[in-house]
């Protein structure tokens, strides 16, 4: 980049949220110690997750490619996203313009090799397992962003970075679902990242608005493990017939606060999706987490939850929860 452009892009008066089509060169965000925000980055994978922090990134100004090869999913990416602006709208969060200029500062593209190389950031956000995970993020790398990230919620961040060409500019950002509702950011550090990484890792989640917290590579985290353990033991409840799903989760939220209950949350974050956590954390912690049979059968017949319309609740597109 030419000192002139260099000059422009570290001005003094550079705002929150202001875009520079000049970052597709992505110049080291760094002015002496000054940790500078990042407005360009990638979203690799258009679904439940990957819409939702495509959103809210955006909502903070920043210019984000979304990549998503399967049709039908980009297309429903689109509806979610043009939902939730009007949703932002109608609550009074948005004005006609600034969801205009939000939804325009989402691209979306069908393959990793569309992404603009040298991005500020990459996350991945596809199905949690770790062969599918590694090869995308073996595509990631070769696009040289400054900093990849994986969405993941319970595998290992040592053994994804070895799909990295950098693994101390990797990390794991765990966005919790649904992204837009939730102001949190769990920053998992691995063995190699950098102290660079984690404090721009930190910026950013503070830049989207999300407070963060830093837990070490251990399987499950620290969020994912808590959470998994209160969902499962409701299911075994229900399983044993103790009590109603809509009376299991009554409980959660009215005698503990909860804002939603362990099954109707299940229901939101995909049955698939834990059980595939399930049987993650269930190799590193043991039979604590083994999944019950009856979540077994439900994947097994496609009772996926909200996005297939039937879990342990009933779903239909008024129930999707927008920011």
Same mark, same amino acid.
């Given at each position: 980049m030419?000192?002139k452009?260099?000059?422009?892009?570290l001005?003094?008066?550079?705002?929150?949220?202001?875009?520079?089509?000049?970052?597709?060169?992505?110049?080291?965000?760094?002015?002496?110690?000054?940790?500078?925000?990042?407005?360009?980055?990638?979203?690799?994978?258009?679904?439940?997750?990957?819409?939702?922090?495509?959103?809210?990134?955006a909502?903070?100004?920043?210019?984000?490619?979304v990549?998503?090869?399967?049709?039908?999913t980009?297309?429903?990416?689109q509806g979610?996203?043009?939902?939730?602006?009007?949703?932002?709208?109608?609550?009074?969060r948005l004005?006609?313009?600034g969801?205009?200029s939000l939804?325009?500062?989402?691209?979306?593209?069908?393959?990793?090799?569309?992404?603009?190389?040298?991005?500020?950031?990459?996350?991945?956000?596809?199905p949690?397992?770790?062969?599918i995970?590694?090869?995308?993020?073996?595509?990631?790398?070769?696009?040289?962003?400054?900093?990849?990230?994986?969405?993941?919620?319970?595998?290992?961040?040592?053994e994804?970075?070895?799909?990295?060409t950098?693994?101390?500019?990797?990390?794991?950002?765990h966005?919790?679902?649904?992204?837009w509702?939730?102001?949190?950011v769990e920053?998992?550090?691995?063995?190699?990242?950098s102290?660079?990484?984690?404090?721009?890792?930190k910026?950013?989640?503070?830049?989207?608005?999300?407070?963060?917290?830093v837990?070490?590579n251990?399987?499950?985290?620290?969020?994912?493990?808590?959470?998994?353990?209160?969902?499962l033991?409701?299911?075994?409840?229900?399983?044993? #017939?103790?009590?109603?799903?809509? %009376? &299991?989760? +009554?409980?959660?939220?009215? $005698?503990y @606060?909860h804002p939603?209950? =362990?099954l109707?949350?299940?229901?939101?974050? #995909?049955l698939?999706?834990?059980l %595939? &956590?399930? +049987?993650?954390?269930?190799? $590193?912690? @043991?039979?604590?987490y083994? =999944?019950p049979?009856?979540?077994i059968?439900?994947v097994?017949?496609g009772?996926?939850?909200?996005?297939?319309g039937?879990?342990?609740?009933?779903?239909?597109?008024?129930?999707?929860?927008?920011?």
């Amino acid at each position: 980049m030419q000192q002139k452009g260099r000059a422009h892009l570290l001005r003094k008066d550079l705002q929150f949220g202001a875009i520079n089509e000049e970052l597709q060169n992505n110049e080291s965000l760094q002015l002496g110690s000054q940790t500078m925000v990042m407005n360009n980055i990638a979203v690799v994978g258009g679904g439940t997750m990957g819409t939702g922090i495509a959103y809210v990134a955006a909502q903070a100004g920043c210019h984000v490619t979304v990549v998503e090869p399967n049709e039908r999913t980009a297309e429903s990416m689109q509806g979610s996203l043009s939902e939730a602006a009007e949703n932002g709208i109608a609550r009074g969060r948005l004005d006609k313009e600034g969801a205009r200029s939000l939804l325009e500062r989402i691209h979306q593209v069908s393959d990793v090799e569309d992404i603009a190389s040298g991005m500020d950031l990459a996350i991945e956000t596809v199905p949690e397992r770790a062969d599918i995970k590694l090869n995308v993020l073996r595509k990631i790398a070769q696009r040289e962003p400054s900093i990849i990230a994986s969405n993941t919620s319970a595998l290992s961040i040592d053994e994804l970075s070895k799909a990295v060409t950098y693994p101390d500019r990797f990390l794991g950002l765990h966005f919790f679902n649904p992204v837009w509702s939730i102001k949190l950011v769990e920053i998992v550090v691995g063995a190699q990242t950098s102290d660079e990484t984690l404090t721009r890792a930190k910026t950013f989640s503070e830049q989207i608005g999300r407070q963060s917290l830093v837990v070490k590579n251990i399987p499950g985290f620290a969020t994912s493990r808590l959470d998994l353990i209160a969902s499962l033991e409701a299911m075994r409840m229900l399983e044993g #017939g103790v009590a109603s799903a809509e %009376d &299991i989760d +009554r409980a959660a939220v009215v $005698a503990y @606060g909860h804002p939603i209950g =362990p099954l109707r949350l299940s229901d939101i974050v #995909g049955l698939d999706v834990r059980l %595939d &956590i399930a +049987r993650v954390l269930e190799r $590193a912690h @043991g039979e604590r987490y083994t =999944p019950p049979n009856l979540l077994i059968d439900m994947v097994e017949r496609g009772a996926l939850g909200r996005k297939t319309g039937r879990g342990f609740f009933e779903w239909s597109d008024s129930a999707q929860s927008q920011p």
